[in-house]
């Protein structure tokens, strides 16, 4: 009898809830077709009407806007668990922020755990082009609030569930549109033309320590401000052919600042999302592949230095909402490692061999894979809490002993400017900044009132050591004497060397009088070039009729009798092509940070001529010389077409095939000749270089087709640097290098190394390699090769000049400490020389 009353009351409070809320409606029934159907895709205004239908028809789940992406969409997220716990919803976040900052005793922290919930974050659709994920999270948020089965219970009672629909808005419309404009005709497969964040792109997920895109802000301070979750899933849909999904263990190396158990604790997840696929008779399940545990900067990887559970999977798919059926000669015979694609192996246990493929094959993955999250999650709930503070304890201890005990910023920098940028980054990730109320000793260094510091005795702990120590790349061999294995990423990114800021590393404990959560102090406004800041001052001045020059030595001068050079408000135009860069919208993000002003242009501008009636200079972001010619041919597959779709090629629509082609190099020919200016980064050097007879070479011979910093038909190169931090020797007294140091750190992934024509006057070299101690952070190999070498060139010809960046000075809004380089070129090209 007990049992048939309880299950009378449940069924009273149900239809209760029904009455009150209303049926909660399928995802068919409000969008009309069923998300992963062929050849249909959502956008967000879609997308957000049903999560909004949802709050109102459930009391499983609560919707809040938390930011607006950078085209002005509003950004949610959906907390999905039982009535009872959303009622208690601020408690359960105290909780957890409490045990993730450490903030409790240990006996505090086993009844917080006892009592606290599970918090869990899913995200969809950062990579726009990978569009299952948000097709799957109306699927995914229906179950959760209808599902009545026990374990989908637990799931509620014991987990919280931030669910993000769509963390990028402004993406998901210019893909699904995009799509929408091109299904059922011959180019239903083409590549998007425009980036999918306003400046990134792609690089959206790679901006998670730099915190320079407005979405980044705001899914972080959900993150390491306000929530804290436990487990943090990124998903995202490009693992290596045939594979249907990848999931952790991640492959080698491993970072040493994250700590051991956060990684067996995604190890755990990794081990249950399989057995789940296994359970579920779902094959092509692969691990240790790739996708490494060095890396900082990444949605998934970020989380893991905050002691959080950064989970990263990549499904399959094909091309949009386009099915594929795949026949056995399509499926090679091993992945890129060696592993064979048709045999189990300990990593690959159930081979996928071939067979239709569809969208809504992939969501059916992605909600395995979510469900074996929230079955741990919710099985070890109070395990998953009190590890939070454990980890968090275990690092206040640890950074209590020194070995660092601190890091210290003097308010003294070259630039304060960065530094102050820098701080805020760290701060508001989480990172403890304290400020020194008086005067301090460590060693034999004293340090005046105001100094900033880092303690190491913190909960993030990790993070902060990750960002301001050099990353020393290991030594991993296949076998004994075998080839070094090369970084799958980049592999340095220290923060204070990128940015060019003095960070003092302190080993010892010293006694300070430290206020705490320092408030950074905000750089005024100022004329000294060593100052980023000095360009939106200049910006500011120019805009409003003022006279601004600068002297021979680089003063920044408003009296032009002091002046060498008058500068102007910049006539600068920026080569977008068809083909998606990456690299040109990090251009226009410092370009907007700094308030220059510039034009797009596009293949047709170059190629109408007369450039230099409405341009002074033209820049070329990192592209290669022969996509800047030709682009994508017309008739030809768009040069992303993957291995595994060769049988079914991209077709790009025809009115954006094509390049600047030999007209627009004539073109640029003149605008140079005619004192025109042109500024070239990282591969966009060769065009210039093939085009123009320069006095400079570049001495670094490339192989093949197409990557960063690679021309076509010669060998390999000798230098090899995936991502790192090289030493530069600049000349100051150029007024390319004017406010910067002679010795300084730049940002390489391979570029190009230049020399000067025997006895060539026209050629100045701006900076160059530095000849001993090359590497600074991350890894290289064959440095001999570039030792002295150029590595910023200013060539003349005719009556104008070119600018060879063989690095990106922008690279990702992330080395500061090189933006002047690139600042000074646009305003120089600009620029009347009075003396």
């Not at 789940?61 to 716990?85: C, Q, T, W």
């Not at 799931?155 to 995009?178: E, S, T």
């Not at 190999?781 to 922008?810: D, H, M, N, T, W």
Request: some cysteine; overall charge neutral; proline content about 6%.
């Amino acid at each position: 009898m007990g049992i048939r009353v309880a299950s009378y009351a449940t069924s009273y409070l149900l239809t209760a809830a029904l009455l009150a809320f209303g049926a909660v409606p399928t995802p068919k029934e409000h969008f009309g077709f069923d998300p992963g159907d062929d050849y249909k895709l959502a956008d967000h205004a879609q997308m957000t009407a049903y999560f909004e239908k949802l709050a109102k028809s459930s009391d499983r789940i609560r919707l809040v806007e938390f930011g607006r992406s950078a085209y002005g969409k509003p950004m949610h997220v959906a907390f999905i668990s039982s009535p009872e716990n959303l009622a208690q919803l601020k408690k359960f976040q105290d909780i957890s922020r409490r045990l993730a900052l450490g903030q409790a005793t240990k006996e505090e922290a086993t009844k917080l755990a006892r009592e606290g919930k599970a918090i869990v974050w899913i995200d969809s659709g950062l990579h726009a082009t990978e569009v299952a994920p948000v097709q799957q999270a109306p699927h995914l948020a229906y179950r959760m609030l209808t599902d009545e089965s026990p374990e989908f219970q637990r799931f509620r009672d014991k987990v919280i569930l931030m669910q993000v629909p769509v963390i990028n808005p402004d993406g998901l419309d210019v893909v699904a549109h995009w799509y929408q404009s091109n299904a059922g005709t011959p180019y239903a497969r083409a590549g998007v033309t425009k980036l999918y964040q306003k400046y990134a792109g792609h690089d959206n997920n790679r901006d998670w320590f730099m915190l320079n895109l407005e979405e980044t802000r705001h899914v972080s301070k959900l993150l390491f401000q306000d929530w804290f979750p436990q487990i943090v899933y990124n998903q995202h849909q490009a693992p290596p052919f045939p594979a249907r999904i990848f999931v952790p263990p991640y492959a080698e190396p491993l970072n040493p600042n994250i700590p051991a158990a956060v990684m067996e604790g995604i190890h755990q997840i990794g081990a249950t999302m399989k057995e789940r696929f296994a359970r579920e008779d779902k094959p092509g399940v692969l691990s240790y592949w790739g996708f490494d545990g060095w890396w900082n900067g990444g949605l998934r990887s970020a989380p893991a230095f905050h002691n959080m559970h950064g989970i990263l999977t990549e499904t399959a798919g094909f091309s949009y909402a386009e099915p594929r059926d795949y026949e056995k000669a399509d499926i090679p015979e091993r992945f890129a490692n060696g592993i064979p694609t048709k045999e189990p192996s300990i990593f690959y246990q159930r081979p996928w061999l071939g067979g239709k493929w569809t969208l809504r094959d992939a969501i059916e993955y992605m909600l395995t894979a979510d469900f074996a999250i929230l079955d741990l999650a919710s099985t070890r709930s109070e395990q998953f809490l009190y590890k939070a503070w454990e980890t968090a304890n275990h690092n206040i201890e640890l950074g209590k002993k020194g070995g660092p005990y601190a890091y210290v910023v003097p308010m003294q920098q070259w630039d304060y400017s960065s530094a102050a940028e820098m701080l805020k980054r760290l701060v508001f990730v989480g990172v403890q900044v304290e400020r020194a109320r008086t005067e301090f000793r460590s060693g034999e260094k004293t340090y005046p009132a105001g100094t900033y510091v880092m303690r190491t005795a913190q909960p993030f702990r990790g993070y902060l050591m990750d960002l301001l120590d050099p990353q020393k790349y290991p030594e991993i061999r296949e076998g004994v004497n075998g080839p070094v294995k090369k970084p799958y990423d980049i592999a340095g990114w220290t923060l204070s060397m990128q940015m060019g800021v003095q960070v003092d590393r302190i080993e010892d404990v010293f006694q300070a009088n430290l206020e705490p959560n320092a408030t950074i102090l905000q750089a005024p406004p100022s004329m000294d070039h060593k100052e980023n800041s000095s360009f939106v001052t200049t910006a500011e001045l120019l805009e409003g009729g003022n006279d601004v020059g600068w002297a021979a030595d680089g003063k920044i001068v408003t009296d032009l009798t002091e002046a060498t050079y008058q500068l102007k408000k910049p006539r600068l135009a920026l080569y977008e092509p068809w083909v998606v860069n990456m690299d040109l919208g990090w251009t226009q993000w410092v370009l907007d940070t700094y308030k220059v002003p510039y034009t797009m242009i596009h293949n047709e501008d170059l190629q109408a001529g007369n450039l230099r009636d409405k341009f002074d200079t033209i820049l070329f972001a990192a592209q290669s010389a022969d996509s800047i010619m030709h682009g994508i041919r017309a008739g030809m597959p768009d040069a992303g077409t993957s291995s595994s779709s060769r049988r079914a090629p991209a077709l790009q629509r025809p009115e954006f095939t094509g390049g600047i082609g030999a007209k627009g190099a004539a073109a640029l020919d003149e605008f140079v000749q005619t004192g025109g200016t042109m500024i070239t980064f990282g591969a966009a050097t060769g065009l210039p270089l093939q085009i123009m007879p320069l006095g400079v070479r570049n001495t670094l011979l490339r192989n093949a087709t197409g990557g960063e910093g690679e021309e076509p038909g010669a060998t390999a190169t000798p230098f090899l640097c995936p991502g790192s931090l090289l030493r530069i020797t600049v000349d100051p007294k150029h007024p390319i290098g004017f406010g910067m140091p002679e010795e300084a750190i730049a940002f390489s992934s391979g570029g190009e190394a230049f020399d000067m024509n025997q006895g060539d006057k026209a050629v100045n070299m701006v900076a160059r390699y530095a000849k001993t101690k090359l590497l600074a952070s991350g890894w290289i190999s064959g440095e001999r090769a570039v030792l002295g070498k150029g590595l910023l060139a200013e060539a003349r010809y005719g009556k104008g000049r070119v600018i060879l960046f063989g690095f990106r000075p922008q690279h990702r809004g992330q080395p500061f400490g090189t933006f002047k380089l690139l600042l000074n070129a646009i305003y120089w090209g600009s620029a009347k020389q009075l003396k």
